[in-house]
């Protein structure tokens, strides 16, 4: 059983970090910083082990999925799962307080996939938004 219940929680790890990457990337860097709050998310609030965590960034597991598979992985997740995926991915998106167009879109095909209605993706991204700003919170006096 134990077994069987580590190898979801790479399943979901994979997913959260090739949404996150997606993210992370579609404004054209990769900042250390994005990598390192989405391996605190992974572990806080998707509540993944350090063990998952791994295993789901090893090449071996992650180098060949493309951006379908982490969509079709994302339809297949409960809908409280999904909701803390968008908003992990928002919080990255909202990291450097603009959003670039690939941002939008892979937002848009995220809660597509998650199903999720206008007032729902509105409630990810405020979460998100209050999260970003929680771990950093020197933009919002530069944005003000």
């Not at 900042?31 to 609030?45: C, D, F, Q």
């Not at 597991?61 to 339809?75: F, T, Y």
Request: proline fraction near 5%; glycine fraction near 4%; aromatic fraction near 4%.
């Amino acid at each position: 059983m134990e077994k069987e219940a580590l190898k979801s929680q790479v399943q979901l790890a994979t997913t959260w970090f090739l949404a996150a990457r997606t993210m992370a990337v579609a404004d054209g860097n990769l900042p250390k910083v994005k990598e390192t709050v989405a391996g605190l998310y992974a572990r806080s609030i998707l509540e993944l082990p350090e063990e998952a965590c791994v295993a789901a960034k090893n090449p071996e597991n992650i180098s060949s999925l493309r951006i379908e598979d982490c969509l079709a992985s994302v339809r297949t997740l409960p809908r409280p799962l999904g909701e803390k995926v968008m908003t992990g991915v928002m919080m990255i998106a909202y990291a450097n307080r603009a959003m670039h167009p690939l941002e939008v879109r892979w937002a848009s095909m995220l809660a597509s996939a998650i199903g999720l209605e206008e007032n729902d993706f509105q409630r990810c991204c405020v979460d998100a938004r209050v999260i970003a700003t929680m771990l950093n919170p020197s933009a919002e006096d530069e944005a003000s």
